[in-house]
């Protein structure tokens, strides 16, 4: 199998509800692919159904062997009355090496947070915390929800500057769920439009004239392409598709 991720015809559900249904996706290894769709759409249950934390309840769902993914999660919380530096966040629940931590908070671009206490950090600051705790699984696929909530913008941008840099470091693949259209166009050789199944898909520049798009989004985020970085546009061996995500998967 030559993708990290390959899904076909996937059904989860929230309860009693399907949050997704019918949807194919898959995910190669060292492009950046984010997830776009409205509140409720089942952008974060389709990362927990990457994760395993979600049942898929139909369809099929395929890693990689020895697949490692690092995840970022929205809006993680820590009790601010708690003494506990940036090192020691990052040695739960397992211990952790000291160089292992430095390194990992090094490609987070939080080098100099080490020895900071956790509640003196600001959200900035603390996100590139919790993204060195992803990296420290030394992750083939980098997964973030919503990873900049809660960041004015300058600190979103440069946060999303940082990830960027992550793939071209790392070469790991990235996932993202982010609400940010622009941010989207700029950054993701790939977009997956949710609302329930698969809206449409493929590089930004497509998906942003997709009929299906627009009605969810309006054409304003059209304004938005001229700050995608055409480097990021990698030939796929599949290439963009709206409809077909998977049509010419290699499944051996």
Known sequence: MSNLI???????RAGTTPALRNVDFYIAPGEIVTV???????????????????????GSLKRRDGLRIGYVPQNLRIDPSLPMTAARFLSLPKRRSLTDIRTALA????????KRQIADLSGGQ???????RALLEK?????????????????????????????????????????ELHVVMASSDRVICLNGHVCCHGTPDIVASAPE????????????LALYRH??????????????????????
Not at 6 to 12: G, N, P, S, W
Not at 41 to 54: C, D, F, M, Y
């Open 126 to 132: 603390f996100q590139r915390v919790v993204l060195a």
């Open 231 to 252: 480097q990021h546009d990698h030939s796929h061996p599949h290439g963009p598709d709206c409809n077909h995500p998977l049509e010419e998967t290699d499944n051996a």
């Open 107 to 114: 490609s987070a671009g939080a080098e100099k947070l080490e």
């Open 36 to 58: 776009v769709g409205p509140n409720g759409s089942g952008k974060t249950s389709l990362l927990r159904a990457i994760t395993g934390a979600a049942d898929i309840t139909s």
């Open 139 to 179: 992750p083939d696929l980098l997964m973030l929800d919503e990873p900049t909530t809660g960041l004015d913008q300058p600190g979103s941008a440069a946060f999303y500057r940082r990830i960027e840099s992550l793939r071209e470091e790392t070469n790991c693949a990235i996932l993202m769920v982010s609400h």
């Open 213 to 224: 798009y627009r009605a969810l989004f309006g054409s304003g985020t059209q304004g938005a």
């Open 6 to 12: 390959e899904a076909r015809d996937i059904t989860v």
